[in-house]
């Protein structure tokens, strides 16, 4: 059975500081697709990245980065220089080659204080 | 473009109305999507419709009654609800059904039902 775990309910952290955002997954499957999304205030979900799972390259955008690491069944999404405008809810989801429904972990909040 | 509108972004019924949540998508995807999403959690998948049919139904009580009218619009009629179903209604559109595809969101209609 698939299962996304977020072991970070609530972040708080100092604008400018750096913020990992944890994510473990299971699944039985070899092909598979990772996802991350950023929910603010406003309650929109807001697509981030995906990446399936022959693509274990580390990916940046800006300040943002992931770490996929299959070795840990991990996908952790770092904030570099953190700013207020980067509180939100961040859920990490998994989608399997099999047409399921996206998983998605419980979110962690973050909250970025000036 | 990438956007998913959703309309109205607030809704206040009482528990023997008759409403709709309208969902309407311009990026030429076959696939549309209805979450629910209760406060401090995950959205939780309603039903998907594939090429304008339906492809899954979660168990949803009929209560919730979705419609398909053509591929860039997806309805949801709501009636005899109960206060249990306050929430954010998310609508969600991709590509197409399958776990390749990213799921792109609305901003969503947050309902009351006193």
Redesign the interface.
């Known amino acids: 059975a698939q299962k996304v775990t977020q072991a970070q309910t609530e972040i708080s952290v100092v604008e400018k500081e750096d913020v990992t955002l944890d994510c473990v997954y299971e699944t039985r499957d070899t092909t598979y697709y990772l996802f991350w999304y950023k929910q603010p205030p406003s309650g929109e979900l807001v697509f981030l990245i995906r990446r399936n799972s022959f693509d274990e390259q580390n990916e940046i955008s800006g300040r943002y980065s992931w770490n996929f690491q299959k070795s840990t069944s991990s996908f952790n999404f770092t904030i570099t220089a953190s700013q207020v405008v980067d509180s939100a809810v961040y859920f990490c989801a998994l989608s399997d080659s099999g047409n399921t429904p996206l998983v998605f972990g419980k979110g962690t909040r973050l909250s970025v204080i000036a | 473009d990438?956007e998913v509108t959703q309309t109205p972004k607030h809704l206040v019924m009482g528990m023997t109305n008759k409403k709709s949540l309208k969902c309407e998508q311009h990026m030429g995807h076959r696939a549309m999507y209805w979450y629910k999403q209760k406060a401090?959690?995950?959205?939780e998948?309603m039903f998907?419709y594939s090429y304008e049919k339906l492809s899954?139904n979660?168990s949803v009580p009929s209560r919730f009654s979705p419609e398909c009218p053509n591929s860039s619009l997806l309805n949801l009629h709501l009636h005899a609800l109960q206060p249990e179903d306050s929430a954010?209604y998310?609508c969600?559109s991709s590509q197409d059904?399958?776990?390749?595809d990213?799921?792109?969101?609305?901003?969503?209609t947050?309902l009351t039902v006193l």
Do not use: W
């Open positions: 990438t401090k959690k995950p959205p998948l998907v899954i979660e954010l998310l969600a059904r399958l776990s390749t990213t799921q792109y969101f609305g901003p969503g947050r």
